[in-house]
């Protein structure tokens, strides 16, 4: 009898109580409370708690608890101003052993309950935290963004938040969460009152104070935001100084509270979060604001910001650190344009100047040596690009509105003077409805010229007969501008600023749409989320808004939303038609009906990056004899630089997917999609892109741990190849056995793409291709050429790390310019950015599409682990191996042999032992002693390698160039 009046009792106890807050949103209400009534999880209970709402939102929680023994609701007897006192009413009052919140907004899955109830139970967790969705609600695609996503990948239980700062720093909601309810008790965890973002503060103290917390990967939260809004929430009203003083408040309560844990580390995490994340909220809204709020907003970032240490700037961007030092300078004439580059990626918004080789956003503060560093923003290598490759800021200057039109005058930046004085200019305007697929409308620019050191220009357009929307779904109409300069031209947008773009509220443009002007009639200036002048076709007259106003109700009437449903499926299905799924399945019926085309070859090198390696000197091979093949080559990006006597198809096109299906021969240096089997009257010759040092294929450490899926479908699509080009013993041990290539499968031609490097050392004159790169790039042929070629880095999560030279470049120029030129040529997936302090003394040799004319321009070869030591041995000419990182690269990835027992040249591991090699190439003890050595090298890994592979591939699978 006693055990089942426990149980019963223990019945009567929900298993979470879910606080569901709601102030003045009686419409919404209804579905958030039934998101929890529907929940998976029938032991559930909801605590409707209202903040004083003076709609009918608490007559509609009444009603709802009145039709459901499982829903209670109770009211604020005055609104608190925030999300957090209706919150700790809710758990007052709440019965649940666990606690959930939500917004009356938002609603939960349906399995959120029993996923998170289900992980508190099996871990012990004071705290679980699931996946957060932003759903997009007035998105036409019904857009999601999950929220930090990369937090849960996984099911995982942390002791401490320290084991993941950046749960703390970034996941600062309390509504995705679960929490145990006596813990909350206990702990004394309430949201603060009377101050704004409250769940910064509650999550941190929460986090801190768990014995556990458990991180699921199920999504549990539907956060439904609204972007076209005319009210904004509260966390969104940054354009209030109290806004700012709140969050710093917040701030400052979480930093105490580290401090008073001994959690330093964890707030040097925060710290850096908020200058990437939490001042750039506010930064975008800078341009836009007056005076008096810049310089309340200055005075408050002044006093928190220098309590940072120099450790939280490191990581950031330079952008971020710029943004950051001149918010502490109150320089706003150089702010404005740096945050313009903030919320506009790429973008080009300051003149720059060049001072001792380097270049600096501004001349300003170049005195301090903080300001000199920051200021630096060479590494962005915008001294090097020409006009055709800039993003430019162009300013708003000048706005004036008549029924007419408008007359626009601004001016764009001109970064170094990159547009000369004599340059021959012209510039037009394209106002382009935002919504993909409709029409554009061009108007020229009545006077572009240059002034001080910007590009000013105005124009006058004529809108109202030179503009003619449809008047339905290209309502918003960006503006831009197509400068053109010698013949180049660049694409500006207008950055509007605080620039008066007067017009009222209904704006007096006058617009006539294709439907009349009963589907508008004016058109308003707005200004985008990116700081960009759009326009809005809007209703002013009376037949206009009524018109709209009937078309508002008919789309919501019930045909118009079977419409919509219908269009939004029909858009659905022709993005699926388009993925990747699709084109796969669609490429495997291709090469069951499709006919081969006999004569058909597809090239690619280096996944369609470039022309250039084996399979160039390949087709160059069949060029040269005459041999009517039709050469297709893929291409990724732009495909300049591919031959003009090939068809060219960009890298997974339809099109590209139909030339593999019929293609005689596939020829690459890398692997075609993993994915695309291959028929078996096509012959795919693998013309690889260099020997091994590190361990490759299945040798490799990574390759090893992946799940046997992923190594089933690795090991079919290296079953593709019909022919693998080897050139040596080493490869043949190496690379086949890595890719279990079998035996008869193994072309011993060497490799085509060195046909030119043994042709070179055995003729010993001058190279027609080396000397054309000499000219190209400027390199002086009276010093001796240094090539610097490393191989790329990955990072710990399987990306590329960025290229930075592990030696001072500019010391290297200062030390060597005048007796040495040194070529840099990075790793196809690194890029290299030079300063302009070494311009002639050191040339970056990156965009040149094929390594071949570098090496043999070379006279000395600086590398580390890459395989061009491979290649580069059949010149015999000198080289340095640089390995400054061998334990961290070599030792991890695993060689397959000592490179210092074997390389044919000095292993140096510092910068100061590398200059110290270079300085004594001529000495017959430096490099020139390894000669021997170099010799035996080029035997044993190049023994394959004749100067005649391209030949021979030619003669085996396209005849004999005599039988021609």
Same mark, same amino acid.
């Given at each position: 009898?006693?055990? #089942?009046?426990?149980?019963? #009792?223990?019945?009567?106890?929900?298993?979470?109580?879910?606080?569901?807050?709601?102030?003045?949103?009686?419409?919404?209400?209804?579905?958030?409370?039934?998101?929890? &009534?529907?929940?998976?999880? /029938?032991?559930?209970?909801?605590?409707?708690?209202?903040?004083?709402?003076? $709609?009918?939102?608490?007559?509609?929680? /009444?009603r709802l608890a009145a039709s459901s023994d499982r829903v209670r609701a109770v009211r604020l007897p005055e609104n608190s101003g925030g999300c957090g006192e209706p919150r700790n009413r809710g758990v007052a009052v709440a019965r649940g052993r666990y606690v959930m919140f939500l917004d009356s907004d938002d609603t939960l899955e349906p399995n959120a309950c029993r996923n998170m109830l289900e992980a508190a139970e099996t871990t012990g967790a004071d705290l679980v935290s699931g996946l957060c969705l932003r759903v997009h609600v007035d998105s036409r695609w019904g857009t999601t963004a999950p929220w930090y996503p990369w937090l849960y990948r996984r099911t995982r239980t942390l002791d401490s938040i320290a084991e993941l700062p950046d749960l703390l720093v970034y996941d600062t909601l309390s509504t995705n969460k679960c929490y145990r309810r006596e813990w909350l008790l206990a702990k004394g965890l309430t949201f603060p009152r009377g101050i704004h973002y409250e769940d910064l503060l509650f999550s941190a103290r929460a986090y801190l104070a768990a014995s556990r917390?458990?991180?699921?990967?199920?999504?549990? %939260? +539907?956060?439904?935001?609204?972007?076209?809004?005319?009210?904004?929430?509260?966390?969104?009203?940054?354009?209030?100084?109290?806004? @700012?003083?709140?969050?710093?408040?917040?701030?400052?309560?979480?930093?105490?509270?580290?401090?008073?844990?001994?959690?330093?580390?964890?707030? !040097?995490?925060?710290?850096?979060?908020?200058?990437?994340?939490?001042?750039?909220? %506010?930064?975008?809204?800078?341009?836009?604001?007056?005076?008096? *709020?810049? /310089?309340?907003?200055?005075?408050?970032?002044? =006093? *928190?910001?220098?309590? @940072?240490?120099?450790?939280a700037y490191e990581g950031l961007s330079p952008v971020h650190r710029l943004c950051a030092y001149l918010v502490l300078r109150e320089d706003w004439e150089? !702010?404005?344009?740096?945050?313009?580059?903030?919320?506009?990626?790429?973008?080009?918004?300051?003149?720059?100047?060049?001072?001792?080789?380097?270049? %600096?956003?501004?001349?300003?503060?170049?005195? $301090?040596? &903080?300001?000199?560093?920051?200021?630096?923003?060479?590494? !962005?290598? !915008? +001294? +090097?690009?020409?006009?055709?490759?800039? *993003?430019?800021?162009?300013?708003?200057?000048?706005?004036?509105?008549?029924?007419? =039109?408008?007359?626009?005058?601004?001016?764009?930046?001109?970064?170094?003077?990159?547009?000369?004085?004599?340059?021959?200019?012209?510039?037009?305007?394209? @106002? /382009?409805?935002?919504?993909?697929?409709?029409?554009?409308?061009?108007?020229?620019?009545r006077s572009v010229r240059h002034e001080g050191t910007a590009i000013a220009w105005e124009a006058?357009?004529?809108?109202?007969?030179?503009?003619?929307?449809?008047?339905?779904?290209?309502?918003?109409?960006?503006v831009r501008m197509h400068l053109t300069v010698d013949g180049e031209r660049t694409t500006t947008r207008l950055t509007a600023g605080r620039t008066d773009l007067g017009g009222g509220e209904d704006g007096t443009v006058r617009v006539r749409p294709l439907l009349s002007r009963l589907a508008a009639d004016r058109l308003r200036p707005q200004v985008s989320s990116h700081g960009h002048l759009a326009f809005h076709l809007v209703q002013h007259g009376t037949l206009p808004r009524r018109t709209a106003d009937l078309l508002r109700h008919h789309m919501q009437s019930p045909p118009a939303?079977?419409?919509?449903?219908?269009?939004?499926?029909?858009?659905?299905?022709?993005?699926?038609?388009?993925? =990747?799924?699709?084109?796969?399945?669609? *490429?495997?019926?291709?090469?069951?009906?499709?006919?081969?085309?006999?004569?058909?070859?597809v090239f690619e090198s280096h996944l369609g990056k470039q022309y250039g390696d084996s399979p160039r000197a390949i087709h160059e091979e069949l060029r040269r004899r005459g041999v009517p093949a039709r050469a297709v080559w893929s291409y990724q990006g732009s495909p300049r630089g591919f031959p003009a006597d090939a068809e060219l198809v960009r890298r997974w096109s339809w099109r590209y997917l139909r030339e593999l299906a019929q293609a005689e021969f596939w020829i690459d240096n890398q692997g075609f999609p993993l994915k695309l089997a291959k028929r078996p009257e096509t012959t795919y010759i693998q013309t690889w892109h260099g020997s091994a040092l590190k361990r490759m294929g299945f040798d490799a450490p990574e390759l090893r741990t992946v799940p046997e899926a992923e190594r089933r479908l690795y090991q079919r699509a290296v079953d593709r190849f019909d022919h693998f080009v080897v050139r040596g013993r080493h490869d043949e041990v190496t690379l086949a056995q890595a890719f279990r290539i079998p035996e008869e499968k193994l072309l011993r031609t060497g490799y085509p793409r060195n046909d030119a490097l043994v042709r070179a050392r055995e003729s010993g004159a001058p190279s027609r291709p080396a000397e054309e790169l000499a000219l190209r790039l400027g390199v002086r042929r009276d010093l001796p050429v240094v090539l610097y070629a490393p191989t790329f880095r990955a990072l710990d999560g399987g990306g590329v790390r960025s290229f930075t030279f592990p030696f001072d470049v500019e010391e290297f120029a200062r030390r060597f310019g005048d007796r040495l030129t040194l070529l840099v040529r990075t790793h196809y997936l690194n890029s290299v950015t030079l300063p302009p302090s070494v311009h002639g003394r050191v040339i970056d040799a990156g965009q040149e599409p094929d390594i071949t004319p570098v090496l043999l321009l070379a006279d000395v070869l600086v590398t580390d682990y890459s395989s061009v030591m491979f290649d580069y041995s059949l010149l015999q000419r000198p080289m340095v191996f640089f390995t400054y990182d061998q334990e961290e690269y070599a030792d991890g990835r695993g060689t397959y042999f000592d490179l210092a027992e074997e390389a044919p040249g000095?292993?140096?591991?510092?910068?100061?032992?590398?200059? =110290?090699?270079?300085?004594?190439?001529? $000495?017959?003890?430096?490099?020139?002693?390894?000669?021997?050595?170099?010799?035996? @090298?080029m035997t044993r890994y190049g023994e394959y390698d004749q100067g005649d592979a391209a030949a021979r591939i030619a003669d085996r699978f396209f005849g004999p160039e005599e039988d021609r």
């Open positions: 009898m006693s055990a #089942q009046h426990d149980r019963s #009792q223990h019945e009567d106890v929900p298993d979470i109580s879910v606080v569901v807050i709601v102030h003045n949103d009686e419409r919404r209400l209804p579905d958030a409370v039934r998101s929890v &009534l529907e929940q998976t999880l /029938r032991n559930v209970e909801v605590v409707v708690a209202d903040d004083c709402s003076t $709609d009918g939102s608490f007559e509609v929680a /009444r917390i458990t991180l699921i990967p199920n999504t549990v %939260y +539907h956060w439904n935001v609204v972007r076209k809004t005319e009210a904004k929430s509260i966390s969104n009203r940054r354009h209030e100084i109290n806004n @700012f003083a709140d969050r710093l408040e917040i701030h400052r309560r979480i930093d105490r509270i580290l401090a008073a844990e001994g959690m330093g580390e964890l707030r !040097l995490h925060k710290d850096r979060k908020f200058l990437k994340h939490d001042l750039v909220l %506010y930064l975008r809204e800078l341009p836009f604001l007056d005076d008096d *709020y810049r /310089r309340r907003f200055a005075e408050m970032a002044d =006093g *928190y910001l220098r309590e @940072f240490p120099e450790e150089h !702010l404005m344009p740096a945050v313009d580059t903030l919320l506009n990626r790429n973008k080009v918004s300051s003149p720059l100047v060049e001072r001792d080789g380097r270049v %600096y956003w501004c001349e300003e503060h170049l005195d $301090d040596p &903080l300001g000199r560093t920051v200021l630096d923003v060479t590494d !962005l290598d !915008l +001294h +090097h690009k020409p006009v055709s490759r800039l *993003y430019l800021r162009n300013a708003l200057t000048g706005y004036r509105e008549s029924p007419e =039109g408008v007359s626009l005058s601004g001016a764009v930046v001109n970064p170094l003077g990159v547009v000369a004085p004599d340059a021959r200019l012209d510039a037009e305007l394209e @106002f /382009r409805a935002r919504r993909r697929s409709l029409r554009s409308f061009r108007f020229p620019v006058d357009v004529p809108l109202a007969r030179g503009l003619r929307p449809v008047g339905v779904l290209d309502d918003v109409w960006d939303r079977l419409t919509k449903k219908a269009l939004r499926g029909a858009l659905a299905l022709r993005q699926e038609l388009r993925s =990747g799924r699709r084109k796969i399945d669609a *490429y495997h019926r291709m090469i069951r009906v499709l006919p081969i085309r006999r004569g058909t070859v000095p292993v140096v591991r510092t910068a100061e032992e590398l200059f =110290g090699v270079l300085s004594r190439l001529d $000495d017959p003890a430096g490099p020139a002693a390894y000669k021997a050595r170099l010799k035996e @090298f």
